[in-house]
């Protein structure tokens, strides 16, 4: 009989229960075997380089998504009450885009009112012998002053100081008018000590100019005066029709930094004709003007200098050309 025949005809594999069990344990033991051989080719082959540069991309993508929004996160827009970003009080960016419809961005007049309101006072209140309401006038006739002399389109452009004038008491008009009537000359004095002209053929863009700056009253120096100091800076910004070939505000956006004392003269002790406002010293610097027109008495903007850029100012002006709290700088930015 042949072997195989006895095999197939054995009692032990004519057992069906016997036969299940086998037959189960021969498919784990293939399925084990079919585990060992894969780990087996994994440790041998080769790593495909493709894999791991599509591993690398996804990790780049995930990380420039990551810092998109991280960088999204600090240029939102602020919430609802939160103060906008305050722009450097002391300085101009010496380089930075110029949009004549935004012409005081990048500077610190950026955040400044329009006009005269930027210059503020504390509450009225008695000063010696002088009530809340003398103290009020004083302030009145102080921003009347400096709104006549910097701000005003009729001193500004037409060069007229009638209204200037006007303000003042009769002595102190008899002191000023012919100093104010006689036209600057090239290389003479420079800026006039009282007034802002802006010199023929320039123009003021419609956003400015914008003021900065404090007034504090105090006893006068003499019976009778109430005085009141004014630390302040105007902004002018200049029209241009090239706009695309600046490179920073400082070519249209000049500044006036002054410090002024003014006096406010009254009671018996003081004449007649010396009753009223006076002006009692001063000083004042510009920045980033036309030094042409400077040397002349006139007011132009940065742009009106050679491409050199000698007077233009930015980054390296000394801080009190922008802001009141720091001392009126000596120089005004122009050679010599």
């Not at 380089?95 to 500077?107: G, I």
Request: glycine share 8%; aromatic share 8%; with cysteine.
């Amino acid at each position: 009989m042949d072997e195989d025949d006895l095999l197939e005809t054995h009692p032990d594999l004519m057992d069906p229960e016997w036969r299940k069990h086998a037959k189960t344990d021969a498919w784990l033991g293939a399925k084990q075997d079919r585990k060992a051989l894969r780990r087996q080719r994994r440790r041998t082959r080769p790593r495909r380089p493709g894999r791991r540069w599509w591993v690398f991309a996804a990790f780049v993508a995930i990380l420039a998504v990551t810092t998109g929004a991280i960088v999204l996160v600090g240029h939102r827009s602020p919430v609802d009450g939160a103060a906008p970003p305050t722009p450097n009080p002391t300085r101009v960016s010496q380089y930075a885009h110029v949009d004549l419809a935004r012409p005081y961005a990048n500077t610190p007049a950026d955040t400044w009112p329009k006009g005269i309101d930027g210059i503020t006072s504390p509450a009225p209140a008695a000063i010696g012998s002088f009530k809340a309401e003398a103290v009020a006038d004083a302030y009145a006739k102080t921003r009347q002053a400096i709104t006549a002399s910097g701000l005003d389109p009729a001193v500004l452009f037409a060069h007229d100081p009638k209204a200037f004038l006007a303000l003042f008491a009769p002595d102190q008009r008899e002191q000023l008018a012919p100093r104010l009537a006689r036209k600057p000359s090239k290389d003479d004095g420079g800026f006039s000590s009282y007034l802002t002209e802006i010199a023929d053929g320039y123009h003021l863009l419609d956003a400015g100019p914008r003021t900065f700056g404090t007034l504090t009253a105090r006893a006068g120096d003499k019976p009778g005066e109430l005085a009141v100091d004014a630390k302040y800076v105007i902004a002018y910004a200049f029209d241009n029709v090239h706009p695309e070939s600046l490179t920073s505000p400082n070519e249209i956006v000049s500044f006036l930094r002054a410090d002024q004392t003014f006096v406010v003269a009254t009671g018996p002790t003081v004449a007649d004709t010396s009753h009223g406002l006076w002006i009692d010293g001063g000083q004042s610097a510009y920045s980033a003007v036309g030094c042409a027109a400077a040397r002349e008495g006139y007011l132009a903007p940065g742009y009106a200098n050679p491409p050199t850029g000698l007077g233009t100012g930015g980054d390296q002006d000394a801080p009190g050309y922008y802001d009141p709290k720091y001392p009126v700088p000596t120089l005004d930015g122009c050679p010599a």
